[in-house]
Nanobody, 115 residues
Framework: QVQLVESGGGLVQAGGSLRLSCAAS????????MGWYRQAPGKQRELVAS???????NYGDSVKGRFTISRDNAKKTVYLQMNNLKPEDTSVYYC?????????WGQGTQVTVSS
């Protein structure tokens, strides 16, 4: 029912910024919540940020004050603005969406932060 495609990843120096986007497609009407997770090699998957349809947000402790999540409900797209990036932010970032009780995942986009 829902397909998710991430974009915007890449290589950036420490202190720089990137903006990730995730577009949902398919025969869908209203997505309850969307978010971003990340998983680095040898690390457990962790929540980066999430946002509900009405705009309520939640952030992982390690990114608070640096990352901002937003969404465009009409475009069925979620964004992640990442500022003041650190080498420890290096990871594969995955977009997720909840729709009619089911969770969907994108294929992931690589973010690499050099020191």
């Amino acid at each position: 029912q829902v397909q998710l495609v991430e974009s915007g990843g890449g290589l950036v120096q420490a202190g720089g910024s990137l903006r990730l986007s995730c577009a949902a497609s398919g025969m869908i009407f209203s997505i309850a919540a969307m978010g971003w997770y990340r998983q680095a090699p040898g690390k457990q998957r962790e929540l980066v940020a999430s946002i509900t349809r009405d705009g309520s947000t939640n952030y992982g402790d390690s990114v608070k004050g640096r990352f901002t999540i937003s969404r465009d409900n009409a475009k069925k797209t979620v964004y992640l603005q990442m500022n003041n990036l650190k080498p420890e932010d290096t990871s594969v970032y995955y977009c997720t969406a909840r729709y009619v009780g089911n969770d969907y995942w994108g294929q992931g986009t690589q973010v690499t932060v050099s020191s």
